[in-house]
């Protein structure tokens, strides 16, 4: 590949002219945007230690009163974007948040779309369009673009979840902002149970639910038995993984991040392909370890890890008895719809 000339072999005169007209020179930063093969990227392999991060959560339930903060919430920030973009990878946003008992976070909506992964403690919901959702351990939670939620606690213990928001790209989009309002009336529960059943959904004389988010909860006991169900049916080379869906339509269930639940055997090492989207993985149960490039974590209860796109991410259950479950956020829809989303085989 040709070596393209550098900016500072133009004279500055030159340099100055240009500027002055709001003009830049291609060629010089031609490499950069265009790498040759594949795409170099700022998201770093990072790993975010549960059992380090949640001393200093508990801390900001201390030092910050909720009135304070809105959100109580540490954001895992790749140090590879620069900690102060507040961003997991490109398009994925990453926060640890705490609600005490009897604290509530008031209601908003915001263009961002957000999902919430349970990590632990009991007794908290979320309000969202008017459905109250309980939060338990590894529920995933949607809270989808322009839909209000609030979160309330009525238990005797923290509650920590995972936010996931595709946040870093609305912002970037000069897309993001919020409203607040006023606190929600519940107007139903558990969209879940009409859609319990695989194949089957609520039809009243043939009329079916077109809410663009009929399902806002998946509940993780349900979940956890569709993976186990699926390994005990599956050959055992196959990669056992569920995606969560839109129930009336088979779709991605929000537009611009993708989310799916991936089982490991006892003791199985697979390899996921290289794919072009980044993803982030957190370990609902059991023990693992997640492999990239030249990179190893070892992943116990809660921790979160992101990897970049394009290479390929080695994964290996370090029991021999016990099944590892693994929660991913991804941004296959985006790249999707981009026409940007590619699968490369290992050579
Ligand atoms: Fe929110």
Not at 24 to 43: D, E, F, I, N, Q
Not at 62 to 73: N, S
Not at 167 to 174: C, F
Request: charged share 20%.
């Amino acid at each position: 590949m040709l070596e393209l000339g550098r900016l500072d072999d133009l004279p500055s005169t030159y340099r100055t002219a240009l500027a002055s007209q709001n003009l830049v020179p291609l060629w010089p930063s031609l490499r950069a945007v265009l790498p040759p093969g594949k795409p170099t990227p700022h998201t770093q392999p990072t790993c975010w230690h549960y059992a380090a991060l949640r001393p200093l959560l508990l801390q900001a339930g201390e030092l910050t009163p909720i009135e304070k903060a809105e959100r109580r919430v540490l954001v895992l920030a790749n140090p590879g974007h620069g900690l102060e973009k507040m961003q997991a990878s490109a398009a994925i946003y990453l926060g640890m948040q705490l609600l005490l008992p009897g604290e509530i976070a008031p209601s908003h909506r915001h263009t961002p779309n957000a999902v919430r992964m349970i990590v632990e403690g009991e007794g908290a919901y979320t309000t969202v369009g008017g459905e109250k959702c309980p939060m338990q351990r590894g529920d995933l939670i949607l809270t989808p673009t322009g839909l209000w939620h609030e979160h309330g606690h009525d238990g005797n213990e923290p509650v920590v979840w995972l936010d996931v928001l595709d946040l870093p790209l609305v912002h970037y989009l000069e897309a993001s902002y919020v409203e607040e309002g006023q606190p929600q009336a519940v107007t139903a529960n558990g969209s879940e149970r009409g859609y319990r059943s695989g194949g089957v959904v609520p039809s009243r004389m043939f009329a079916r639910n077109d809410r663009r988010y009929p399902m806002l909860r998946y509940p993780w006991a349900e979940v956890r038995q569709s993976l186990q169900a699926l390994a005990a049916d599956s050959e055992d080379k196959e990669v056992v993984q569920v995606a969560y869906v839109n129930p009336e339509t088979g779709d991605n269930c929000q537009n611009i991040l993708g989310y799916s639940a991936l089982m490991l055997r006892p003791g199985e090492q697979i390899t996921l392909p290289a794919r072009s989207p980044a993803a982030i993985f957190h370990l609902i149960e059991g023990g693992a370890t997640l492999g990239v490039d030249d990179v190893s974590f070892t992943l116990s209860n809660a921790d979160t890890c992101s990897v970049p796109g394009y290479r390929p991410i080695s994964l290996h259950n370090t029991s021999a008895t016990e099944p590892a479950f693994l929660f991913i956020a991804d941004e296959s829809p985006l790249h999707r719809k981009l026409g940007v989303y590619e699968v490369r085989q290992a050579d």
